[in-house]
Every structure is written in structure tokens, then in C-alpha cells.
């Protein structure tokens, strides 16, 4: 599993994370990422940002319920093993 390192948009620090599955739905990139490779995870479901440089990609924490909620639907067919409960 891919680990990556997310800087904060502020500057205050980073954070790594374990990259689980990519997507592309509708033009946007979607992550599926995990701050642990043990069973029953917490994890986050992360889109790129508009207007982001292929060398500086820029990720934000979906947060709409609807959106969420889709995407994580779809990331669960990709795995077949994994379940996102909410």
C-alpha cells in the first residue's frame, strides 16, 4: 500500500496517510486514504481540487453528505473486500 504525505493548506504541519484506492468520477480524482493498515480503519475520502498543478496535486476532505455517501459507494465495488460504513 501506498503511503503519501499530505502538507496542511495553512502550512502547520503534514499528515501520511495510506492510499487505498483512486477513482475518477465526473472529471474529479477521488482517494480513498487511511492513517492505518490494520483491519476496521478509520479512513477519508479525499478530491482534488480544482485548478490543481499535475506537479502539486491539492486534496480536500469531501464533506457533503450526498457526495460522500456516492463516492464511497463506489470505492466499496471497486475493493469488493471493503465496507465504508458512515
Known sequence: MEKVRFNSADGSGADEFFVLEETRIGGSTYL???DSEEDDAECLILK????SAADDRVFE??????ELVAVSKV???LLED???EM
Not at 482534488?48 to 485548478?51: F, L, N, Q
Not at 476532505?61 to 450526498?66: C, F, K, L, P
Open 61 to 66: 476532505i469531501v464533506e457533503d453528505e450526498t
Open 82 to 84: 471493503v465496507n465504508i
Open 75 to 77: 470505492f466499496e465495488e
Open 48 to 51: 482534488e481540487s480544482e485548478g
Open 32 to 34: 480513498l486514504v487511511t
